[in-house]
């Protein structure tokens, strides 16, 4: 069949990518290796990578819809504008072609056109210095969302733990018991067994150039065997292979071995959906084969003979799990072929069936020094963490503990689900894992099924839900009414395929949290992709996948990211805010003025336009992020009371001052229409007079000329809206608690100080060449401190407002629960209701899918890459056959 009828996660150890550094290449024997092209150019997942920066995904965020919704309101200001102009002028008699001149310029007053770059401002700033602390991105977008980030999911090893792993010691069985601890810190050498040459020879391990390469823990556990490794050469033509196969033998300081060599003849390579790999060995000198399988403790049970597996397996797992340890189980079994070649026809399910089980493999896994700080600054910050990994749910358990992700004193509930068997159906059980002394006289973690009980007080207290990814796959198909209850206060999911780890990440997201996902591995890209916020640790497989890389492998760029993108999305409300506000105190200048065909001069328009507002866009944006997490998020959305109030109350406050202005200037005793004669003119004022486009006649009338710029309106009106923009953009500018204060923005805070001054310099300035280039008319002392002192009265109550009222958190808060406003994010309507139930959380109990109570839930479409023995698959009956290969 063609190539394009199949997955590439069928072919995925067979497949290339651009990039790939191939280390060693040993033919088969039966010609040269050749390789196929696949794919070219953006085909290949390199031009995928770079198609998703050229072309990223939609993002779902509201607040690019609101901004969209805020344009068009505007817009519609400006129609009401100029179909104003329209009117005044024609009302005026004035051309058709300069009246449409004038309506449209009031139009595109109101709608600047730099609206829609203000939502990138800020990412622009947050992006250079999320690169200074070797934070990349190739989604820029997805920084603003990190501004609503409220839960963060963390893969456990190379993410909260550290990448390597050191070894502890093993556990041999013997005659279906486990034998005492060899303990690798005491020095001494693995004494030669079983375990040992499975330890030895089970891994993927290659030499190339004298030098070990491969898997870091399977480079551990073979350095803990003191063995060494040989290529295949004439010495050992006695196995019948060629020069392509490994030969592994006892080294100087290994203990003594009755076997001279042993060679891996195949490998059945570890999937993380399968849990396992396996080799098939030969020993030298012998002519049977033997099939060595390590792999997770409760998978590579199900493939033992269960004569061979110990009665306390079950507990001596938990026992070193609770502390912490990784622990790997080893098994083999003798393989009856008599030819070489029949190993090239070997199935898998045939050599990883009927094993022996050997022991355990303990290895200790330290957290990061890092991982306790960042967990504990996000928990302040009120940011829900969540732990979601392919290891043991006792380790991922006892790792939640002592980094403190779930805190002392709080409650950890196991939740165990079972698929149907026969007559049974789908059954989930509650269980809480108490903690009580263990042999090592400290609180470890344990699991009492038998007597468990909530105490006093508890159901009111913290609790943690804890499960397995078999558990959560039987509850998203057949309790999927419940999955939203325990996602809410889940904060353990262990033993996760990758399908699973996409799955529960999206579930999260219909429950309205936004999701960050960190994590250092293959098995994490898919979940990585899609997070709202993918981080990888790793520059690897997982960097492709993720929106934001660290070079930087611990979690402390989590933070960093939220605090950036909290910064970036101020920011960004910031700047929108000052270019909403800026329009619209054009806007009202510019209506005023038109009332008597006026408008405001060039220059005045120009420094306006360039002179702040384009600067203030430039460096309003460059306020670093404030060092500590606030415990609440900003606004996620434009059309959020605070905002609209914001923007409504400064509108109301511009109209008040402006309209006054324009009036009161009426009223003075030296104002007149026509001003070649004025009385407040400096004592040479000849030049000013060819520039005045009213003409004074004798009775003290005037007849308006459209066009007009010279007028005390205009001379009033420009200061009191310039010195506004200004201040709005201080107002605007907040720091605290999302970003530093306004004077650490030195440019920003230079430039507005700049601005006020030339301003006010202007204002107050008797240089008559100043007055013509700017188009204004001297006026009174008096007059100019008046419209002074309006503008810094506009400012205190403008300032008051918005930092006192408008972004006053308990005060909001206050203002729902009077009223009753209920959130729209189900995640807190679930809690809300969960809070209520005096049956939740259950303990000590175990649910039916048919009883009634959640119903019976199958999702066909949910993908599980985990496989199961066939043969203990055919032990469920015809039943159980069924529903297994309809989930699959």
């Not at 079983?194 to 020879?201: D, G, T």
């Not at 960093?560 to 700047?575: N, P, T």
């Not at 959305?637 to 609209?644: A, D, E, R, T, Y």
Request: proline share 5%.
């Amino acid at each position: 069949m063609a190539w394009k009828s199949y997955s590439l996660e069928d072919y995925r150890k067979h497949v290339l990518f651009c990039g790939t550094d191939v280390i060693q290449v040993k033919p088969s024997g039966q010609g040269p290796v050749r390789a196929v092209v696949l794919q070219t150019g953006y085909n290949t997942a390199k031009g995928d990578l770079v198609r998703s920066i050229l072309y990223p995904r939609p993002l779902n965020f509201k607040l690019y819809n609101d901004a969209f919704k805020f344009i068009v309101f505007l817009a519609c200001l400006g129609v009401v504008g100029f179909f104003y102009a329209l009117g005044v002028y024609m009302y005026h008699g004035t051309s058709s072609r300069y009246t449409t001149t004038m309506a449209l310029l009031l139009f595109t007053v109101t709608v600047p056109p730099v609206l829609p770059a203000a939502l990138t401002t800020g990412i622009v700033y947050a992006q250079r210095r999320l690169k200074k602390k070797k934070i990349f991105c190739i989604s820029p977008q997805r920084i603003n969302m990190c501004g609503q980030i409220n839960l963060v999911c963390f893969d456990k090893t190379g993410t909260l733990t550290e990448d390597g792993l050191d070894l502890w010691g093993t556990v041999p069985t013997v005659d279906n018991c486990f034998q005492e601890v060899h303990s690798f810190a005491s020095g001494k050498a693995l004494p030669w067994s079983p375990l040992c040459a499975a330890m030895a020879s089970c891994h993927s391990l290659i030499l190339l150039n004298g030098t070990i390469q491969g898997d870091p823990l399977d480079l551990k556990m073979f350095e803990g065997t003191a063995w060494i490794m040989e290529d295949c050469n004439a010495d050992y033509g006695k196995f019948g292979m060629s020069d392509s196969n490994i030969v592994i033998k006892p080294g100087p300081k290994a203990s003594w071995s009755p076997v001279e060599a042993i060679a891996i003849l195949r490998q059945f390579p570890f999937s993380s959906s399968l849990q396992r790999m396996s080799v098939v060995t030969q020993v030298s000198g012998e002519d049977h084969f033997h099939v060595y399988m390590k792999g997770a403790p409760e998978m590579l049970a199900k493939f033992c003979k269960p004569e061979t597996v110990p009665k306390d397996f079950p507990q001596k797992l938990k026992n070193y799990t609770v502390q912490g340890f990784r622990v790997i189980a080893l098994a083999c079994k003798d393989l009856k072929m008599e030819k070489l070649s029949e190993l090239q026809n070997l199935a898998r399910e045939k050599a990883e069936s009927e094993l022996t089980f050997l022991g355990l493999l303990i290895m200790e896994n330290r957290l990061k020094k890092e991982t306790k700080p960042v967990l504990k600054e996000l928990s302040e910050a009120r940011i829900r963490t969540v732990m979601i990994t392919g290891d043991n749910l006792q380790t991922a358990i006892t790792v939640a503990k002592n980094s403190e992700m779930i805190p002392r004193g709080s409650q950890v509930i196991l939740v165990e689900a079972n698929e149907p068997e026969d007559f049974v159906p789908a059954s989930v059980t509650w269980q809480l894992v108490e903690n009580q002394e263990n042999g090592l006289g400290k609180n470890e973690t344990y699991l009492n099924i038998g007597n468990s009980s909530v105490p006093d007080g508890a159901r009111g207290s913290c609790y943690h839900f804890a499960m397995s990814g078999k558990s959560y796959q039987v509850i998203f198909q057949h309790f999927n009414s419940l999955l939203p209850k325990i996602l809410v206060n889940g904060t353990i999911f262990a033993r996760m395929s990758p399908g699973q780890k996409s799955s529960l990440v999206e579930e999260f997201q219909k429950l309205n949290y936004y999701v960050a996902m960190c994590g250092d591995g293959a098995n994490d890209c898919g979940a990585l992709k899609m997070a709202h916020a993918g981080i990888s640790l790793s520059e690897q497989e997982a960097s492709v996948a993720s929106h934001f890389t660290s070079k930087i492998a611990n979690i402390e760029c989590v933070p960093q990211l939220i605090k950036e993108g909290r910064a970036a999305l101020v920011s960004s409300f910031g700047v929108f805010k000052y270019l909403t506000m800026y329009g619209i105190i054009q806007f009202i200048g510019t209506s005023l003025l038109y009332w008597q065909l006026q408008l405001f001069g060039n220059y005045q328009y120009l420094m306006q336009d360039v002179a702040i507002t384009l600067m203030v866009c430039l460096t309003m944006s460059s306020t670093h992020a404030y060092p500590k997490l606030a415990p609440y998020r900003p606004a996620g959305q434009l059309l959020s009371p605070p905002l609209l109030l914001s923007v409504f109350l400064n509108t109301c406050f511009t109209c008040i001052v402006q309209i006054c202005a324009f009036l009161y200037v009426k009223q003075q005793p030296w104002y007149c229409e026509v001003y070649r004669y004025s009385k407040c003119f400096l004592d040479n004022q000849s030049n000013f007079s060819t520039n005045v486009s009213l003409e004074r006649n004798g009775t003290g009338n005037a007849s308006l000329i459209p066009g007009s710029i010279l007028s005390f309106e205009s001379t009033t009106l420009w200061p009191i809206a310039t010195i506004n923009c200004i201040t709005v953009a201080f107002i605007f500018s907040k720091g605290k608690p999302f970003r530093k204060p306004i004077y650490t923005n030195y440019i920003f805070s230079f430039l507005l100080m700049s601005a006020l001054g030339l301003t006010v310099f202007i204002l107050f300035s008797d240089f008559q060449d100043i007055y013509r280039g700017m188009e204004l008319i001297p006026t009174l002392t008096s007059w100019r401190v008046s419209v002074l002192v309006v503008v810094l009265i506009q400012f205190c109550v403008a300032f008051f407002v918005e930092d006192v009222i408008l972004q006053n958190q308990k005060l909001w808060l206050w203002i729902k629960k009077e009223f009753g406003f209920s959130s729209k994010s189900q995640y807190k309507n679930w809690q809300k209701k969960l809070a209520e139930d005096s049956t939740w959380p259950p303990t000590h109990r175990t649910d039916y899918s048919g009883d009634g109570k959640n119903g019976f839930y199958i999702n066909l479409g949910y993908e599980d890459h985990e496989q199961i023995p066939r043969a203990k698959l055919e032990l469920g009956g015809q039943s159980t056959e069924q529903h297994f290969w309809t989930r699959l």
